[in-house]
């Protein structure tokens, strides 16, 4: 007995450190943290990392336990702010550039360098690059490569990290299509408030578009025919001219909201208010051909230039199903109306499916 107590005081002597070291409280909060481990080659772990000795880290994953990952394959490693974010040994959190999608519009969450994506829809591909923090520059186009659009947006955070403006541009040509004669634009500006997974935003802009189109180039007046053959037409016989450019405001409103671990709904509109000029021919006749005693007939036509004004509204609810950080599937059942000042409106189904692709 006296030989084991002898031993004991030995051994507390000569290595206090090592046994009051067994005794020292372990720190279970940053043992219980999860990182998001992104390697170089794009494979992506999530776990609690166990140690970091500067070469290589130890990580201990749900799916496949413990991991030694060399610090030079390491891209990234960001913490899991919330577990919500985790969706069948996904990470869907952070800032994804999908995020910043709606439909048509965007919003003014800002995105970091390299958040680059590609977005494939049933009528043509859309290709987006952040060039740096807060600033991208993407190109639209439709699978027959006309027209071809320029997209620009820069965001501005503020202080209040759901609260945060942007302002953008597109600006497009008709392409081959006409000859590349037509242009077209839309410069708008937004505030959205809110996060990444529940937000809304207002934007306003302006449109204006030119075909490129020709028209006959008809001078106001009041135009007599007299024929046996018909009214002639002699106003038509101007030269052709450019068609005349179609401009006006448009506004939206939009948002998302997170409604599963892989779902979100989403909501999307636009209004535009579009105005342009026009030429209007009224052709009245006076006095019919009388064949059996060949007296010719007499015609009037009226020629005015007119303004007109259209409205158009887009209306997009859609789901957006992501199961990964890299792709998602977007299908919306989007409607249009337009409406005439002259009273006349036309409606049709405009449904849509897009792929979203993380590179």
């Given amino acids: 007995m006296k030989t084991i107590l002898l031993l ?36 992506e772990y999530i776990g609690k990392i166990i140690s970091d000795d500067g070469r290589e880290v130890l990580i201990e994953t749900e799916a496949l336990g413990k991991i030694f990952i060399p ?63 807060n600033f991208s520059l993407g190109f639209m186009s439709t699978w027959i490569a006309s027209p071809m659009i320029l997209a620009a947006k820069y965001s501005i955070p503020t202080k209040n990290e759901k609260l945060n403006f942007s302002f953008g541009t597109l600006v497009g040509t008709s392409g081959y299509l006409n000859q590349f004669k037509g242009f077209g634009g839309l410069h708008f500006a937004n505030v959205t408030l809110g996060d990444r997974e529940q937000n809304i935003t207002f934007s306003a802009g302006y449109a204006y578009s030119k075909t490129g189109g020709q028209i006959y180039n008809l ?28 401009k006006g405001p448009i506004f939206s409103i939009a948002g998302i909201a997170k409604v599963g671990a892989k779902a979100s709904f989403v909501f999307d509109s636009m ?29 009037k036509t009226e020629v005015t230039n007119r303004k007109r004004t259209t409205v158009a509204l887009f209306i997009m609810p859609a789901m957006r199903f992501q199961k990964t950080d890299r792709k998602a ?29 993380k590179f």
Wanted: proline letters at 6%; one cysteine or more.
């Fill in 8 to 43: 004991s005081i030995i051994l507390v002597s000569f290595f206090p450190n090592s046994l009051s070291a067994q005794d020292q409280p372990t720190d279970t909060a940053k043992s219980e943290q999860l990182y998001v481990i992104t390697k170089l080659d794009g494979t």
């Fill in 71 to 133: 610090k030079s394959d390491i891209k990234s490693m960001v913490k899991v702010k919330d577990k919500k974010d985790i969706a069948y040994g996904e990470y869907q959190g952070g800032e994804s550039p999908f995020t910043t999608r709606y439909c048509f519009t965007t919003n003014a969450l800002p995105i970091k360098k390299g958040a680059n994506y590609a977005l494939v829809n049933l009528y043509g591909p859309e290709i987006h690059f952040a060039l740096s923090d």
């Fill in 219 to 246: 001078t106001e007046g009041v135009y007599y025919d007299t024929s046996m053959n018909g009214p002639s037409y002699t106003y038509y016989n101007g030269p052709l001219v450019d068609k005349p450019m179609t």
């Fill in 271 to 299: 209004i535009g208010v579009f105005s342009d000029t026009y030429t209007q021919a009224t052709l009245t006749t006076i006095r019919p051909i009388d064949y059996n005693n060949s007296i010719p007939g007499i015609w």
């Fill in 329 to 357: 599937f977007q299908v919306a059942l989007a409607g249009v109306t337009v409406f005439s000042d002259n009273g006349d409106r036309t409606s049709f189904p405009f449904p849509m499916c897009s792929w979203f692709y």
